[in-house]
């Protein structure tokens, strides 16, 4: 008989757990920086990390922002590959604006270039659930999760504590083997008050205590040997409190902040100037201040963008780009500054303070550390970069995820996966 028997036994719950496949359930924990978990606020993710497995670090791919790592981590793909180039950004082919924040600008699957791990899935007959991950309810080839919650501000963890076990106690049926599902609250706290700040601390404590629920009640349905639980995040958070400023009118003037026809990202900054001006003027007047002030910030175009970057190859990432170094911010003396956020990330994916977390538990990590003769040992993965994880989650559920359907390393699993 298919479905779950609760019956209480010595206060752990029985539910026939031959009756269950095996299942991943991905958690992204938006701007948990990788040296978040030594801090001592994450007893349970810190212990998980020690028993279970740690990378030393994730790299996000550049820029490090929400909405391209969150895709790529997906999609296996960078940015220039995978379309979503920033939080914000114009299109000159559609001749409109991607924005975050607005579902009518961004939820449009057109914008959303490569085959997600849950589409890869669903194609192969494979249920999946998304629980408020960042990216569109159907990809460009019309396919959807089973199940699809879309984001929503402020929903408190317990609710999505509370859905994600709803899933897992779904039929055989009807149940998901890839449960998503992303929290963005320490990423706001950051924001708001600063990665050293006592609210981040706080609330590094909640999304541990979240963590924490998830495994007990995993645990309370026999299912520690059948799920394997990963969390990731897609950027780290630096302590931008007191920004040194970059006053971009002081390098291509008024004049030329007039001619610009479109500003992308933050704090890095892609500039489209106006085809009625003379851009490459423009250019060389940023070039030369870049030069002069080669601690602050650097100038790329396509052609002379760093190639770890992988930020060249597509029509939607402007011509040319401002990089800011950790510490600096780019305004302009036009407009007032205002409220900074006392934390920020988007800055170069080798600087540690931008780096993610990787942190696993569950068969597969057993099978790891065994391989390793490491069962009652710590083992911690070297880093390694987030495009890596799409073909871990097809690995860990027995689907084929295609070799050019990514930009992960071939093979790059084969060493811990297999005997």
Request: with cysteine.
């Amino acid at each position: 008989m298919d479905g779950l028997d609760f019956a209480s036994t010595g206060g752990l719950r029985s539910n026939g757990t031959h009756q269950y496949r095996k299942t991943v359930l991905m958690i992204s924990i938006d701007g948990l920086r990788a040296d978040y978990l030594d801090r001592g606020f994450t007893p349970h993710l810190f212990e998980i990390s020690q028993v279970g497995l740690r990378a030393k670090f994730m790299r996000p791919i550049f820029p490090t922002l929400t909405f391209p790592n969150h895709w790529s981590l997906l999609t296996g793909l960078y940015a220039e590959s995978h379309g979503i180039v920033g939080n914000n950004f114009w299109d000159p082919v559609a001749e409109t604006s991607f924005y975050y924040a607005d579902p009518k600008r961004s939820w449009n699957s057109s914008w959303w270039y490569g085959e997600p791990i849950w589409e890869t899935l669903e194609r192969a007959g494979v249920k999946t659930a998304n629980l408020m991950w960042i990216g569109p309810p159907e990809t460009q080839g019309g396919t959807s999760p089973t199940f699809f919650i879309p984001w929503r501000d402020k929903v408190p963890l317990r609710e999505k504590h509370d859905q994600i076990m709803e899933w897992i106690d779904l039929t055989l049926e009807e149940r998901p083997q890839l449960i998503l599902a992303y929290e963005p609250s320490l990423d706001q706290a950051g924001h708001s008050k600063g990665p050293g700040s006592k609210l981040v601390n706080d609330t590094l404590k909640q999304v541990d205590a979240f963590a924490k629920d998830i495994h007990s009640s995993l645990a309370a349905r026999n299912l520690s040997d059948i799920v394997d639980v990963i969390f990731v995040s897609d950027h780290g958070m630096a302590d931008t409190s007191h920004p040194k400023w970059l006053y971009l009118d002081d390098f291509i003037g008024m004049e030329g902040l007039a001619d610009i026809d479109h500003e992308d990202g933050w704090p890095s900054m892609g500039l489209r100037f106006s085809e009625h001006c003379n851009a490459t003027r423009y250019l060389e007047m940023l070039l030369a201040a870049a030069a002069e002030n080669s601690d602050k910030f650097d100038v790329y175009t396509h052609e002379t963008m760093p190639e770890r970057y992988h930020f060249s190859e597509n029509y939607r990432i402007a011509p040319i780009y401002v990089v800011p170094k950790l510490g600096y911010a780019l305004t302009n003396r036009k407009e007032s500054v205002g409220f900074f956020s006392k934390g920020n990330h988007g800055y170069d994916n080798q600087e540690p303070s931008m780096h993610a977390v990787f942190v696993a538990d569950g068969p597969f990590v057993d099978h790891i550390k065994a391989r390793r003769s490491l069962r009652q040992g710590i083992y911690v993965m070297p880093g390694f970069q987030n495009v890596e994880v799409k073909s871990l989650v097809g690995k860990l559920l027995g689907v084929t995820v295609s070799r050019d359907s990514h930009n992960g390393t071939e093979g790059f699993w084969e060493g811990y996966l297999h005997n």
